[in-house]
């Protein structure tokens, strides 16, 4: 005797006609009901000849109840729908399916029942599909593809991709290395402040405008650090930041005021980079890229913030540089840091990359942008991928993150599942983008890829995501 199973399954015609198809859940088929008055799904069991709910097995229906919720929650996030209507009527189709309908007050059939309320009426050319691939990304599955939110779909971060494949090459991740004890307990401690300061040992970046004094040595190798007598020659200083502490002694930030379009011109052994520069140059150790980044976008936040947010007030800084106090009101300011996404969207074995017109000439990187108030990682990476490139997302996983001084971000590596593959892309944001195969990315990442293209150089955490997807992290 044959056992019959889930591949028997059939849908009923008038559901199949009237409907959009998402994708499947472990037990039910999900449809976007083909009525643009109500944003409508229907669940439909993949049992073949099941009529009524109570014909299900316990386990079934539990499972069927909690991918109703499933739905309710997916379609209101989507929607921001007032109320959720769900039932089963069954009249007119006999084989069970669930309607989940998203209800608005003064919407067509408000506050009745949305059945037998009038004509349905169709969506505008595309925009059923793009609600279809938005609640398909929320479920986490992709449409047009295996029906079906596998354990592999649901799971296919963690297998495709890890934060371990990604911290294989991430030695050369620049600005992410900071060996400093930032004693951040003794920041308010201003005996402690002074005494460190005075220190012999003291050492400080010079941070002139936006680039940083080096000293170069007889072999082209990059050294930051200055004594506080050695910056002041260099020109006054202004703003001081404590950094933290290490084996060499107490490390510090200072702004110097210096003038002229090129401060160091005519001082043998020094020059002004800017941090791009420093940091893919490769002679300076990554500890001191780490305490760089520190120093920079803790005074690149007092440049910005010297007047007091709630009274306007000009503001003074703590003796260690983090904070800023008003005289005037009494609020204290601390720093902030700036967290933004940058990802990667995988289509099996294609990957999203795009290009804006400032990068260089033939370079594709990870699509990126500012995680928005109130937002979770996942949404932002979803949000940005589908503004930037009209691709909807599933899944997100975490990589890895780089402190990024321009002038103070969280870069937050990830990479996404796309659920759909057709590129729409924002010309406010991107010039370019497109899928790539592996064996594209591999050449781009060796440069020799055909067309010239290229990917970002190490510093970059662009570049230790792409080289994690190709295998090679």
């Not at 290009?355 to 990476?381: H, K, N, W």
Request: some cysteine.
């Amino acid at each position: 005797m044959r056992i019959i199973g889930p591949e028997d399954f059939a849908l009923h015609p008038r559901l199949a006609a009237d409907t959009l198809p998402v994708g499947d859940l472990p037990l039910c088929r999900v449809l976007l009901m083909g009525d643009a008055r109500f944003p409508w799904l229907i669940l439909v069991p993949r049992r073949p000849g099941l009529r009524e709910f109570g014909d299900l097995p316990a386990e079934e229906r539990a499972a069927l109840m909690e991918e109703i919720c499933t739905a309710s929650r997916a379609l209101q996030d989507e929607t921001g729908a007032e109320k959720m209507n769900v039932g089963a009527l069954g009249n007119a189709v006999a084989q069970l399916h669930i309607h989940v309908v998203a209800r608005s007050s003064g919407d067509a059939a408000w506050p009745g029942p949305v059945w037998g309320s009038g004509a349905a009426e169709p969506y505008r050319s595309g925009l059923d599909e793009a609600l279809a691939d938005r609640l398909a990304a929320a479920f986490g599955f992709r449409r047009g593809g295996p029906a079906g939110r596998t354990p592999e779909t649901a799971a296919f971060a963690r297998s495709l991709m890890t934060p371990s494949d990604f911290a294989k090459s991430a030695a050369t991740l620049g600005f992410a290395h900071n060996a400093l004890d930032r004693l951040a307990n003794r920041r308010d401690d201003d005996a402690f402040q002074a005494e460190t300061a005075a220190s012999p040992a003291a050492r400080t970046v010079a941070v002139i405008g936006d680039t940083v004094a080096v000293k170069r040595d007889a072999g082209g190798a990059m050294d930051l650090w200055f004594g506080f007598d050695a910056a002041a020659e260099i020109g006054p200083l202004g703003q001081r930041v404590f950094l933290g502490i290490d084996a060499r002694g107490p490390a510090y930030a200072v702004q110097v005021e210096a003038e002229g379009e090129d401060p160091l011109a005519g001082r043998d052994g020094l020059a002004a980079f800017n941090l791009r520069q420093v940091a893919a140059d490769g002679s300076v150790a990554a500890t001191d890229l780490g305490a760089l980044a520190e120093g920079k976008s803790m005074l690149s936040w007092h440049a910005t913030h010297r007047f007091c947010g709630r009274c306007g007030s000009e503001t003074a800084s703590s003796p260690s540089g983090w904070k800023r106090l008003c005289p005037a009101c009494g609020a204290h300011h601390f720093p902030r840091t700036d967290p933004v996404v940058i990802m990667l969207a995988v289509d099996g074995d294609r990957c999203l990359l795009g290009r804006q017109p400032r990068f260089p000439a033939g370079m594709y990187s990870c699509l990126a942008g500012f995680l928005e108030p109130g937002e979770t990682i996942e949404d932002a990476v979803r949000r940005e991928i589908g503004e930037e490139a009209g691709i909807a997302c599933g899944a997100v996983s975490y990589l890895g993150c780089q402190p990024w001084p321009f002038p103070s971000s969280l870069m937050i590596g990830c990479v996404a599942e796309a659920a759909s593959t057709e590129i729409a892309i924002d010309r406010e944001e991107l010039e370019d983008a497109r899928w790539f195969s592996r064996d594209e990315v591999r050449a781009m990442l060796d440069g020799r890829h055909p067309d010239g293209l290229t990917c970002p150089m190490p510093m970059a955490i662009a570049h230790h995501i792409v080289l994690a997807w190709v295998g090679e992290g």
